[in-house]
């Protein structure tokens, strides 16, 4: 292998050793010149062969690979390329990836370190795979939060700008939807797969291994827990502070002791006034009265006991027996309809699970039973006809054995005994087979 190194031929048996990759190859300079200098020849390392890898972990060097001559050719070469210090045609390497922004020279070092400390079993890897993306997710809510913003996905994008540069970002191929997804906030494209690109997100929001590695070992402990914690309770925020309440509060509350004498006397007579004028007036119609607004909300505000003796709220009025009696009929409408719609589905689909939301599919005002607007007469009814998974199986078992007997009143599957005791799977298997036996003998 030394003689073929150094001649660049293959002979004999030791052309079944050379490397013939087709893929990215790269090779560090100074790894070369290490090597040649302790055994006589180099060798590939898989850290540089790693896409994404564009410095070496060891000596914090850029990555050399083919001349700009050979670099789209290489991939049809019959030479074989060694690693050595010049390309397969002499001439000079190239970087592998230009890189120059200075925080992404570092960021490109040390992501290099963390994934020879991955391919090295140096990171204990059995906490990553389902904690990788809720721990990235915390650490952007965190940054986030202690900068007041909600915007998640920006707040990313600037954390990672700045601690990889622009150039890194593009050289790792991230996208705006990458690095939503490396923030941990992803729909149906699931969380990154790419092991460099998490590994640089874990750079950008962490600084290293061991600082996530503790966030990985706190969720592992107890994942709802730490997940709980994520979620920021929303601040309220009011786009305009000078509503009319707030000028109206404020206006009132500057007032002296003799003005706002004056200025109560003078909403209670208006209010007074408008009443007088209509004796069926309610609170809302104020709305339409000249400065009406104004006088509702000092009198519930700041006069609300002669507010309630003068003109009480809806709300405490009881209702009326017209009221009553419509909403009586109403419910009991809507209970018919439940029975008549029950007793059809019986006739026509006896087999079938009879639910509350069956029974109310074709019923009148079904929206206003789901906001809480039905009586106890339809409470009744749904109560008596819905099925429960016990009365579902005994209907399902007298049909059954109804048709069995019909069939041959001596055989099993005509007595109710032979479905005792199964639940579940068991019944369902139970009812296959007699489904089979029927059709056996139907003729």
């Known amino acids: 292998m030394l003689e073929q190194y150094e001649t660049g031929r293959e002979r004999g048996a030791t052309q079944h050793l050379v490397m013939h990759t087709r893929g990215r190859l790269a090779v560090c300079l100074s790894c070369i010149s290490s090597d040649v200098k302790e055994h006589g020849f180099s060798i590939w390392r898989r850290i540089h062969l790693m896409p994404s890898i564009f410095f070496c972990p060891t000596h914090a060097e850029p990555l050399m690979t083919f001349c700009e001559h050979c670099d789209l050719s290489h991939r049809r070469a019959r030479k074989t390329w060694f690693p050595r210090d010049s390309c397969v045609c002499g001439r000079s390497l190239k970087h592998l990836e230009t890189i120059e922004h200075p925080n992404g020279v570092d960021a490109a070092v040390q992501i290099a370190r963390m994934a020879q400390d991955v391919l090295t079993g140096n990171v204990d890897l059995s906490e990553l795979a389902d904690n990788t993306a809720p721990v990235l997710k915390r650490r952007v809510s965190a940054i986030a939060h202690s900068l007041g913003r909600r915007d998640y996905h920006r707040v990313a994008r600037e954390q990672f700008e700045s601690r990889l540069g622009a150039d890194l970002i593009s050289s790792l191929r991230f996208t705006e939807s990458s690095i939503e997804r490396a923030g941990g906030r992803y729909g149906v494209e699931g969380p990154l797969i790419n092991p460099v690109q998490n590994i640089a997100a874990i750079w950008s929001l962490f600084g290293g291994w061991p600082e996530f590695l503790a966030e990985t070992v706190e969720r592992g402990t107890n994942p709802g827990q730490y997940d709980a914690a994520e979620r920021y309770t929303p601040q309220r925020i009011r786009p305009h502070n000078n509503t009319k309440s707030v000028r109206w509060r404020r206006q009132i509350s500057q007032l002296g002791p003799a003005e706002f004498s004056r200025f109560r006397a003078d909403c209670r007579a208006k209010i007074l006034l408008a009443i007088a004028q209509n004796r069926n007036l309610v609170r809302s119609d104020f709305h339409f009265l000249p400065n009406g607004e104004k006088l509702v909300f000092f009198a519930k505000n700041f006069d609300e006991g002669w507010l309630d003796a003068t003109l009480p709220t809806q709300a ?39 639910s509350r939301a069956l029974l109310l599919s074709e019923v009148g005002n079904e929206a206003a039973y789901r906001r809480g607007a039905g009586g106890p007469e339809l409470e009744t009814a749904l109560n008596e006809c819905a099925d429960t998974l016990t009365t579902w199986r005994n209907r399902k078992i007298d049909i059954f054995v109804s048709l069995a007997r019909g069939i041959d009143p001596r055989s099993e599957w005509a007595k109710k005994k032979t479905f005792d005791g199964l639940q579940g799977r068991q019944l369902s298997r139970r009812f296959t087979r007699g489904r089979k036996w029927l059709k056996q003998n139907e003729g």
């Open 316 to 354: 405490r009025v009881p209702t009326s027996l017209a009221q009553v009696d419509r909403s009586f009929k109403r419910d009991s409408e809507m209970a018919a309809l439940v029975r008549r719609r029950y007793a059809e589905t019986v006739r026509t689909r006896p087999e079938r699970y009879i």
